[in-house]
Structure formats: C-alpha cells, structure tokens
C-alpha cells in the first residue's frame, strides 16, 4: 500500500435498505502503514464491552472481528482485499441486537489512491 491521498467509497445496505454511497477522502502516511492493523480495520466503537477479537493480516488482505457485549450485542467481521498498492475492495458484516432491536448491516468498500497528499492532511 502507497502512501498519499485515497478516495473511499462505501454503500451500505442496512435491515434491507441500501444507503446511497458515500465518498471521503483520506491521507495515509507513513505513520498510519506502519499500524496498517489499526489504519484500514478500526473499530468505530472500542471500550470495555466492544474488543477486536480476531485479526489476521496477510500482504494482500487484511481480515477482522469485533464483537461487543452487554446492552450493545454486536459482532461485525470485515475483510480487505489490495488489488494493488493503489487499490482494495472489501466488506464489513454486522450482526446483532442492540436494545431490543435486530441489527442486520452490510457495507462495501472500495478504496483507490488518488495522488499525493497536500497541505496539512494527516497531520
């Protein structure tokens, strides 16, 4: 995986419904390649009931499971696959029940480098 600005595009379909797309852009430095584990496969929620719980990490793919106990029972699996240094697709399953309420998500994910990072991104 390179170094500098990449464009992210998610969709997401959640309890049937699809989400329209959404795009961010991001600079990846140096810094982030060296925890490339924390970089591409964070969880959005971690704390004493939410833990990663599974973590592998090959050259080409990064795979990882979360899972969260107590009022927010939740367990979402995500795999990344690099085309290139340039490029990856992948996939985020969420699973659970979260008071009361049955939690059924996928989102999908490609990630493209789009050029050199600029001004003050990533700091």
Do not use: A
């Amino acid at each position: 995986v390179k170094t500098g600005l990449w464009k992210t595009t998610t969709t997401m379909t959640r309890n049937g419904q699809t989400m329209p797309p959404r795009t961010q852009t991001r600079c990846v430095t140096q810094k982030d390649l060296d925890d490339i584990s924390n970089t591409f496969s964070k969880g959005k929620i971690e704390n004493d009931q939410c833990k990663r719980s599974d973590f592998k990490e090959s050259k080409s793919s990064l795979h990882w499971k979360y899972e969260c106990t107590g009022q927010f029972q939740i367990v979402s699996v995500g795999d990344l696959k690099f085309q290139n240094s340039s490029r990856y697709t992948g996939k985020v399953v969420t699973t659970g029940n979260v008071m009361g309420h049955d939690i059924n998500s996928e989102t999908e994910m490609t990630g493209e480098r789009v050029g050199e990072c600029s001004g003050k991104q990533g700091e």
